[in-house]
Structure formats: structure tokens, C-alpha cells
């Protein structure tokens, strides 16, 4: 079992009828976690936040409040692309109310998520550098 909090691992001590996680401390008794419902001692494993197991306790908070906005930002860049077709980061920016660096932000989890690829087309930016142009999977 992985820790509900840290998802280190969770010792089981049968002889004190209890469960412990090997780095926070957390624990429970058996009969609590055979009391408790699922969503409270298995953590939802395919939603992602932007945390590190060692961050605080106010990090994870705070990335799991800014899901929805992540989600929010994801979905401007994907509608961008769909309808405008293949663009550099600064080409969604001009083309949504993002700036450039959360579209950056966004397009690595876009591609992390397997959702937009490099198009193999490239875009010279403000800088006079060669950007990539992103498309939709």
C-alpha cells in the first residue's frame, strides 16, 4: 500500500493492527482503513499535480487548487490549435489570454499527455530564434 499522503510506502504492522508510512508518519488502524471509503486511502493515481514528494503540505494544496486552471489552460491551447492549426507558443499566446511562458508551461504537460507533437514546421520568434510549431495529435 502507498501513502495516501507522501505515496511512500505504507508498512503494514499486524501485530499492532495498524498501517505506517515509512516517511511521513502517517498512520491508520486496520479497522479505520477498512472503515474508510477508497477515495480516502487510494489516492487518485491519474491526476497529475505539479508537486514533488518532498514539498510541503501547502504546495500540494496549492497545486491540487490550480488544477482546474491547468485544465482551463490546457483546453484554451488545444482549442487554439484545432482552429488556428499549427503554432509556436507566442503564435497561441497572441491568440488567447495566456502569456507565453503558461502556454510553455502547459505545452510540455500537452505533450507529456501525449495530445500535441512537434509539427516538424518551425516559427522565428520575437527573439529571431526558430521556435517549434505545435499540432494536435
Known amino acids: 500500500m502507498r501513502c495516501p499522503e507522501c505515496r511512500a510506502l505504507a508498512v503494514d504492522e499486524p501485530m499492532l493492527e495498524r498501517v ?3 516517511r511521513c508518519g502517517w498512520v491508520r488502524t486496520t479497522k479505520e482503513l477498512e472503515e474508510a471509503p477508497l477515495s480516502e486511502i487510494q489516492p ?3 491526476t497529475k499535480t505539479h508537486t514533488h514528494r518532498g514539498d ?9 487548487a490550480a488544477k482546474s486552471l491547468v485544465d482551463s489552460h490546457k483546453a ?3 482549442g487554439v490549435l484545432w482552429q488556428h492549426g499549427p503554432q509556436a507558443v507566442e503564435e497561441v499566446a497572441a491568440h488567447c489570454d495566456l502569456e507565453s511562458l503558461q502556454v510553455t508551461r502547459r505545452m ?13 514546421l518551425r516559427h522565428e520568434n520575437a527573439n529571431g530564434r526558430q521556435a517549434v510549431r505545435w499540432v494536435l495529435v
Open 44 to 46: 487518485d493515481l491519474f
Open 108 to 120: 510540455s504537460d500537452l505533450k507529456n499527455d501525449g495530445r500535441v507533437r512537434d509539427s516538424g
Open 56 to 64: 510541503p503540505e501547502t504546495s500540494r494544496s496549492a497545486a491540487h
Open 20 to 22: 505506517r508510512c515509512v
Open 76 to 78: 484554451t491551447i488545444v
